[in-house]
């Protein structure tokens, strides 16, 4: 139950009561009013925005028509109050049925509050991480993942079919340098005297296995072919171990991937056949969205692949982007951007609806040649959606940390994941929005307090199981299953704080919505925090006025409702830290 999209259709109804005209003498048009809940919880329940974005196609003063629509509304039984704020925003207070209502609603559903009953939510796509395929990852790639996997799984509760997508970048140089750099490992593992990693290759200690694995099943072998011989023999063992690497540092952080696509696949030409990037040009030309012709030089830094010289080019400011795009240098090959074409193609055939990228924010200027590619590749069938996700600072009580030697130049994801462990680190690059900066310290995420967010949530969490646990053990003999607490006489939560706490039950679901709608996975962590915080002030209420306390023993079905209640608020927070991957334990130590 949607109380928000309820209420709304019953301001609508009111409106069409009143039976009004626009000047043309038509039905004003109600799609945008909204009843929303107010700023500021003493100006009642909920709002409506009703009379003042119909005045104007009225021809009538906001506030004339907003005592019009408040003498309709005064007959809805569940609307016990009304109030024209301002010039002419209508203020509502519900009867208490109304929340009963609603927690009757999350006592049936339990985990399914919030999800869409039925959904024709588009097929979609999320593609994010991503990193190239040349060492573990490392701290700069823990956000894009964080984010991207959290906003899968909103998409996924809001009813959509979603993949989770992963692109390897194995068809660059980087690839080949990853494989001299394992050749040199594999020599010293030979017992070679290596010295200091030469420049251009990569330096980290991840490597040494790779070379003790080819010493293993190659022996000395390798040594003695020359190396356009071993180079592909240990690029596919590099590429594969590093593969291996990835998965299981994206497994610490419980990030999982249903799909891991080669970029290399795009270049491939089976049995003489054309690729795909052959197959997405002809594609481009067929629309006349191809040319042969130059380009000026990018302000700022050129790019190492810009030539001043005639390349097949995309036409790629016809569809919002700030210049045309090359495809295909001078010389014949093709550019990166290229197979990044060729990659959105090959979505769009498989049938996504909507493709979401979640890139680092270094990938700045991509979001309008990606989108510039959507909307030619599909003449605008698809919505391409890109998320940015701002750099994370690691600190220690405030200092910077330092440097990693196992990577040789940076620090690893799994060196943040094994101190902290998957829930903290997944919560607080949750609790800030993807474009705005993060300040992640290992202390302050550790900490068992109210400061800390991940913890006052799971504290929440944690709280009503162990209230659950208390009545089992004051109320021995009493029915504590689900179909007991549904059964419950909820009338009789009264209280004010217990109407609060449902009243932000409520909001769950429009949250769902609105988070999945606007692709923003953090909101669901800023609406946990806020749940959390009410329960947690009305438990401490509770200590000081005894009458308040969810258990009561002297009163069963009174403390059948709190139980109820607490039921319910338990199942919401679960619901909510599913969603960004965070567990919800039933007791902290």
Same mark, same amino acid.
Not at 192 to 204: A, Q, S, T, W
Not at 486 to 510: F, H, R, V
């Given at each position: 139950m949607n109380i928000f999209a309820d209420f709304t259709l019953r301001v609508k109804n009111a409106l069409q009561a009143i039976d009004l005209k626009d000047a043309s003498g038509a039905a004003p048009d109600l799609s945008r009013v909204v009843v929303e809940a107010p700023r500021d919880p003493a100006h009642g329940d909920f709002a409506t925005n009703a009379a003042m974005v119909l005045a104007k196609p009225l021809g009538m003063k906001p506030r004339d028509l907003a005592e019009q629509l408040v003498v309709k509304l005064d007959e809805d039984p569940d609307i016990t109050e009304t109030a024209i704020a301002g010039p002419g925003f209508i203020n509502m207070r519900v009867a208490p049925a109304v929340w009963h209502r609603v927690l009757g609603d999350v006592l049936a559903l339990r985990d399914q509050f919030g999800a869409p009953a039925q959904s024709s939510a588009p097929k979609v796509n999320v593609e994010y991480v991503s990193a190239n395929p040349t060492g573990p990852m490392h701290v700069?790639?823990?956000?894009?993942?964080?984010?991207?996997?959290?906003?899968?799984?909103?998409?996924?509760?809001?009813?959509?079919?979603?993949?989770?997508?992963?692109?390897?970048?194995?068809?660059?140089?980087?690839?080949?340098?990853?494989?001299?750099?394992?050749?040199?490992?594999?020599?010293?593992?030979?017992?070679?005297?290596?010295?200091?990693?030469?420049?251009?290759?990569?330096?980290?200690?991840?490597? *040494?296995?790779?070379?003790?694995?080819?010493?293993?099943?190659?022996?000395?072998?390798?040594?003695?072919?020359?190396?356009?011989?071993?180079?592909?023999?240990?690029?596919?063992?590099?590429?594969?171990?590093?593969?291996?690497?990835?998965?299981?540092?994206?497994?610490?952080?419980?990030?999982?991937?249903?799909?891991?696509?080669?970029?290399?696949?795009?270049?491939?030409?089976?049995?003489?056949?054309?690729?795909?990037?052959?197959?997405?040009?002809?594609?481009?030309?067929?629309?006349?969205?191809?040319?042969?012709?130059?380009?000026?030089?990018?302000?700022?830094?050129?790019?190492?692949?810009?030539?001043?010289?005639?390349?097949?080019?995309?036409?790629?400011?016809?569809?919002?982007?700030?210049?045309?795009?090359?495809?295909?240098?001078?010389?014949?090959?093709?550019?990166?951007?290229?197979?990044?074409?060729?990659y959105f193609q090959d979505k769009f055939e498989r049938g996504f609806q909507e493709t979401i990228y979640v890139l680092g924010a270094d990938h700045g200027g991509y979001a309008k040649r990606l989108q510039a590619v959507g909307k030619a590749i599909s003449d605008g069938k698809t919505d391409v959606i890109v998320r940015f996700c701002q750099l994370v600072k690691l600190m220690r009580d405030g200092e910077p940390v330092k440097m990693s030697k196992r990577s040789g130049d940076f620090i690893t994801l799994r060196e943040v994941v094994d101190?902290?462990?998957?829930?903290?680190?997944?919560?607080?690059?949750?609790?800030?929005?993807?474009?705005?900066?993060?300040?992640?310290?290992?202390?302050?995420?550790?900490?068992?307090?109210?400061?800390?967010?991940?913890?006052?949530?799971?504290?929440?969490?944690?709280?009503?199981?162990?209230?659950?646990?208390?009545?089992?053990? *004051?109320?021995?003999?009493?029915?504590?299953?689900?179909?007991?607490?549904?059964?419950?006489?909820?009338?009789?939560?009264?209280?004010?704080?217990?109407?609060e706490l449902i009243a932000k039950m409520a909001e769950w679901p429009k949250l769902v919505a609105a988070a999945a709608e606007t692709h923003e996975p953090h909101r669901i962590a800023f609406y946990l925090h806020d749940l959390a915080s009410s329960l947690h002030s009305h438990w401490n209420k509770g200590k000081d006025l005894p009458h308040l306390r969810f258990i009561i023993p002297g009163n069963v079905k009174l403390t059948l409702a709190r139980l109820a209640l607490v039921r319910g608020i338990s199942s919401v927070i679960s619901s909510g830290l599913a969603i960004l991957g965070v567990n919800a334990p039933e007791e902290m130590r």
């Amino acid at each position: 139950m949607n109380i928000f999209a309820d209420f709304t259709l019953r301001v609508k109804n009111a409106l069409q009561a009143i039976d009004l005209k626009d000047a043309s003498g038509a039905a004003p048009d109600l799609s945008r009013v909204v009843v929303e809940a107010p700023r500021d919880p003493a100006h009642g329940d909920f709002a409506t925005n009703a009379a003042m974005v119909l005045a104007k196609p009225l021809g009538m003063k906001p506030r004339d028509l907003a005592e019009q629509l408040v003498v309709k509304l005064d007959e809805d039984p569940d609307i016990t109050e009304t109030a024209i704020a301002g010039p002419g925003f209508i203020n509502m207070r519900v009867a208490p049925a109304v929340w009963h209502r609603v927690l009757g609603d999350v006592l049936a559903l339990r985990d399914q509050f919030g999800a869409p009953a039925q959904s024709s939510a588009p097929k979609v796509n999320v593609e994010y991480v991503s990193a190239n395929p040349t060492g573990p990852m490392h701290v700069g790639h823990i956000r894009g993942a964080v984010v991207g996997d959290a906003l899968a799984n909103l998409l996924t509760y809001a009813g959509n079919l979603v993949v989770k997508e992963y692109y390897i970048n194995d068809a660059g140089s980087q690839i080949e340098t990853l494989a001299r750099s394992a050749f040199l490992r594999y020599r010293e593992a030979l017992g070679e005297e290596i010295g200091v990693i030469p420049n251009g290759l990569y330096p980290g200690d991840y490597l *040494k296995p790779v070379g003790a694995q080819l010493k293993e099943e190659f022996g000395v072998s390798l040594q003695e072919k020359d190396e356009s011989d071993w180079l592909p023999i240990v690029k596919e063992r590099a590429m594969a171990a590093m593969l291996d690497l990835i998965r299981e540092d994206l497994a610490a952080l419980g990030v999982s991937h249903e799909v891991f696509f080669s970029e290399k696949s795009l270049h491939e030409r089976a049995n003489g056949n054309e690729s795909r990037i052959d197959h997405m040009l002809d594609g481009l030309r067929s629309k006349g969205l191809v040319y042969e012709g130059t380009l000026p030089p990018p302000k700022g830094q050129v790019p190492d692949d810009w030539e001043d010289r005639e390349q097949t080019l995309f036409r790629a400011s016809d569809f919002g982007d700030d210049t045309d795009r090359a495809l295909k240098k001078s010389d014949g090959s093709y550019t990166y951007f290229a197979a990044d074409v060729a990659y959105f193609q090959d979505k769009f055939e498989r049938g996504f609806q909507e493709t979401i990228y979640v890139l680092g924010a270094d990938h700045g200027g991509y979001a309008k040649r990606l989108q510039a590619v959507g909307k030619a590749i599909s003449d605008g069938k698809t919505d391409v959606i890109v998320r940015f996700c701002q750099l994370v600072k690691l600190m220690r009580d405030g200092e910077p940390v330092k440097m990693s030697k196992r990577s040789g130049d940076f620090i690893t994801l799994r060196e943040v994941v094994d101190e902290v462990g998957s829930d903290p680190v997944r919560f607080m690059m949750l609790f800030r929005k993807n474009d705005a900066p993060l300040d992640f310290d290992f202390k302050k995420v550790t900490e068992q307090s109210k400061d800390n967010p991940v913890f006052y949530v799971q504290y929440g969490h944690a709280r009503c199981c162990s209230v659950m646990r208390e009545a089992n053990e *004051k109320l021995a003999g009493l029915d504590l299953s689900d179909n007991s607490l549904n059964a419950a006489d909820l009338t009789l939560l009264e209280d004010s704080g217990e109407l609060e706490l449902i009243a932000k039950m409520a909001e769950w679901p429009k949250l769902v919505a609105a988070a999945a709608e606007t692709h923003e996975p953090h909101r669901i962590a800023f609406y946990l925090h806020d749940l959390a915080s009410s329960l947690h002030s009305h438990w401490n209420k509770g200590k000081d006025l005894p009458h308040l306390r969810f258990i009561i023993p002297g009163n069963v079905k009174l403390t059948l409702a709190r139980l109820a209640l607490v039921r319910g608020i338990s199942s919401v927070i679960s619901s909510g830290l599913a969603i960004l991957g965070v567990n919800a334990p039933e007791e902290m130590r």
